[in-house]
């Protein structure tokens, strides 16, 4: 089962009803125990950085995030993405979960539009298990103003935005965040997703 966690700040729904279609069961919740017993979990997330990291504390979910994230497959998507990082800057400088070393900043882009919204083209630094089966020419739905900065060896795949802006990252065995949106990224977000529940021992 693939718990997707409900703390408040997540476009639950549309992941839940993209996992449905694919077939993987799945439920929302902020119950800890079925948190503990999922066998993978999920971390979305809209809005604003410490608020999201705010209702994570008052559920008492972040350090079991942060314990459960090394156990088993673990995807963070949009905001849920950017608070596994160390830090971030939106409004205020906020301690994120820490599951993979860097932080978030806004997008400093030249005569391009902020937020990035739409559709771009992911561009693969480093294989990764959530990429197999996709071209070189996929492209998927973001909507964000801030973005990450971190090594290139935790990024999967980019996507060209006023410079490099991650899109897809990784870290050791389980942990893994898109910037974008797979639940709204036709079949190349419900081929991400599925590859993430294959994931699955």
Same mark, same amino acid.
């Given at each position: 089962?693939? &718990?997707? /966690?409900?703390? !408040?700040? $997540?476009n639950?729904? %549309?992941?839940?009803?993209? @996992? *449905?279609?694919? +077939?993987?069961?799945?439920?929302?919740?902020?119950?800890?125990?079925l948190?503990?017993?999922?066998? &993978?979990? /999920?971390?979305? !997330?809209? $809005?604003?950085f410490? %608020?999201?990291?705010?209702m @994570? *504390?008052?559920? +008492?979910?972040?350090?079991?995030?942060?314990?459960?994230?090394?156990?088993?497959p673990?995807?963070?998507?949009?905001?849920?993405?950017?608070?596994?990082?160390?830090?971030?800057y939106?409004?205020?400088?906020?301690?994120?979960?820490?599951?993979?070393?860097?932080d978030?900043?806004?997008?400093?882009?030249?005569?391009?539009?902020?937020?990035?919204?739409?559709?771009?083209?992911?561009?693969?630094?480093?294989?990764?298990?959530l990429?197999?089966?996709?071209?070189?020419?996929?492209?998927?739905?973001?909507?964000?103003?801030?973005?990450?900065?971190?090594?290139?060896?935790?990024?999967?795949?980019?996507?060209?935005?006023?410079?490099?802006?991650?899109?897809?990252?990784?870290?050791?065995?389980?942990?893994?965040?898109a910037?974008?949106?797979?639940?709204?990224?036709?079949?190349?977000?419900?081929?991400?997703?599925?590859?993430?529940?294959?994931l699955?021992?």
């Open positions: 089962m693939i &718990a997707i /966690i409900d703390y !408040g700040a $997540g639950i729904f %549309s992941v839940k009803n993209a @996992l *449905d279609y694919l +077939g993987f069961e799945n439920e929302l919740t902020s119950d800890k125990n948190i503990k017993s999922a066998d &993978a979990l /999920i971390l979305p !997330g809209v $809005g604003a410490p %608020s999201a990291m705010k @994570l *504390d008052e559920s +008492g979910l972040v350090e079991i995030i942060r314990k459960e994230s090394q156990k088993k673990f995807l963070g998507i949009c905001l849920g993405m950017q608070v596994i990082f160390e830090k971030g939106e409004f205020e400088e906020c301690d994120g979960l820490g599951l993979i070393k860097g978030v900043r806004k997008i400093e882009a030249e005569n391009l539009i902020i937020p990035h919204m739409g559709w771009n083209k992911l561009e693969v630094l480093n294989d990764c298990k990429l197999e089966g996709l071209g070189n020419d996929e492209y998927v739905y973001f909507v964000h103003s801030y973005k990450a900065h971190c090594s290139d060896n935790d990024i999967s795949a980019y996507c060209e935005y006023g410079g490099k802006v991650p899109a897809l990252v990784h870290n050791g065995k389980y942990v893994y965040g910037q974008f949106h797979p639940e709204k990224s036709g079949k190349t977000g419900l081929k991400i997703l599925e590859n993430f529940g294959g699955i021992k």
